[in-house]
């Protein structure tokens, strides 16, 4: 176990029905790393996780939506889901949330469908992204370069395809999270593979 991040606070948004090992095994990675790691979600008291189409466990909110301050953290990890992106882009809230951490500056982890957000936010223009491969068109149509690879990183901006993505994913997301690289908006495309 390393404290890299040691210190560090990351907020994990979520809705009900998020991918439950894209929020699992980053925030044991994150965790493992010294990280204060807190669920925030519109959800109040627990939030239901899924294991693909089926219901899994639940999850207590650390933080509710509408008490949650991006200035008081450090990096965002956006897990996948179908029905979780789906949901929290009908929160404005949320939608400031996820959009707030790009005008700090602070560096974004997302995962299978939790890309979504990003294009929701309207923080991809120029970005060079991956996602589940059914959102790229609408990650495209958001301004981004969509490429299918395991693990992409664009400015502190890290994102992968699927669960089977975890170990590079984590590994990217760890690296840009304690870089703490900035994450400007429309800086220019800056890829790579893990």
Not at 128 to 157: F, K, Y
Request: hydrophobic content about 40%; some cysteine; aromatic content about 6%.
């Amino acid at each position: 176990m390393t404290n890299d991040l040691k210190g560090k606070r990351i907020a994990i948004l979520v809705a009900d029905g998020f991918e439950q090992v894209e929020l699992t095994e980053p925030r044991k990675a994150l965790k493992d790393a010294g990280a204060i790691t807190e669920i925030v979600s519109p959800a109040e008291g627990e939030v239901q996780g899924w294991n693909h189409h089926d219901k899994a466990d639940k999850f207590r909110v650390d933080v509710e939506l509408d008490a949650a301050h991006p200035d008081h953290y450090d990096a965002l990890l956006l897990p996948g889901g179908v029905a979780n992106p789906d949901q929290l882009r009908t929160f404005p809230k949320a939608v400031e949330f996820v959009r707030s951490f790009f005008k700090d500056g602070k560096p974004v982890a997302a995962i299978c469908h939790g890309p979504w957000m990003l294009a929701e936010a309207d923080v991809l223009h120029g970005r060079v992204v991956t996602s589940w491969p059914s959102i790229r068109t609408d990650l495209r149509n958001a301004g981004a370069q969509w490429l299918d690879m395991e693990v992409v990183t664009d400015h502190g901006l890290v994102t992968s395809r699927k669960p089977d993505d975890i170990p590079a994913f984590n590994r990217k997301m760890i690296e840009e999270f304690v870089a703490g690289a900035p994450v400007p908006q429309g800086a220019g495309p800056r890829s790579d593979r893990s």
